[in-house]
């Protein structure tokens, strides 16, 4: 059944002027006129409009919504896709944002330790915050990732300095073992990568043999890891990671 453009406007929630101004620049022509020359409008105009609104809404000028919709190559299925995975990186990038604001009211509520930079300036080179988001969309949901958060929220700049030092000086006892051929399996690498998981269960979160065999993958799974870890000495990441497993297995995780 054809609607009209009062119907439409009101069905979609935009104005009437701003159909006639969607009409008028060829975006969204009604297939329709009644005979008295009113604009009608049938299920693939409302379908088009559809996808003006979801184009608007992710930002896109209406010369470029009329520039894709216009393209004799444009595929509905697959411009749907796009439009999800852009509200979806959204929803992430808006999640993290209530996150921060929620850590800032509990800031003021509490006494603020220490600012961000402050909180993050004794990492160097390599900036947690990078990746917040990321590790919020993926383990935001568990609960070593609520526990770690709720940890490191009461960290002062002297915790992290004291955090930075301990891990780093477990990063160089592991490097010096690799430097000197030792391999993985070998008991006193074994030693340090339960020193490492122990360290990671002290400051974060409770840290199982078997967590800490996943956070072994990621360090070669992710070259932003690799990258990092691999500045104390090449190949460390992977060393780190087969340390891991065999102390893992060790421990029958």
Not at 133 to 148: F, I, L, M, P, Q
Request: aromatic share 10%.
């Amino acid at each position: 059944m054809s609607l009209t453009v009062s119907q439409v406007a009101r069905l979609a929630g935009v104005s009437v002027r701003a159909l006639h101004h969607y009409d008028e620049i060829g975006l969204l022509r009604p297939s329709g006129r009644s005979e008295a020359g009113y604009r009608l409008y049938e299920q693939r105009d409302l379908q088009q409009l559809q996808q003006v609104l979801f184009f608007k809404e992710l930002g896109f000028a209406l010369e470029e919504i009329t520039r894709i919709m216009g393209d004799p190559a444009f595929d509905l299925r697959a411009a749907l896709r796009m439009q999800r995975q852009l509200l979806t990186e959204r929803a992430t990038r808006v999640h993290a944002l209530i996150g921060a604001v929620d850590a800032a009211l509990e800031s003021l509520e509490k006494g603020t330790v220490m600012t961000k930079e402050e909180m993050f300036e004794v990492f160097g080179d390599f900036d947690p915050s990078k990746y917040e988001d990321e590790v919020r969309e993926r383990w935001g949901n568990t609960e070593a990732y609520k526990e770690s958060a709720r940890r490191t929220s009461k960290y002062a700049k002297k915790d992290w300095e004291r955090i930075k030092a301990e891990g780093e000086q477990i990063s160089r006892d592991l490097a010096a073992q690799l430097a000197a051929g030792k391999a993985p399996t070998d008991p006193r690498v074994m030693e340090l990568a339960e020193q490492h998981r122990g360290y990671i269960s002290r400051w974060f979160y409770p840290c199982s043999p078997e967590m800490h065999r996943g956070l072994g993958e990621l360090y070669v799974n992710d070259s932003r890891f690799t990258e990092n870890i691999d500045k104390e000495r090449p190949g460390l990441a992977q060393f780190m990671r087969d340390a891991f497993r065999a102390n893992s297995e060790r421990a029958g995780g």
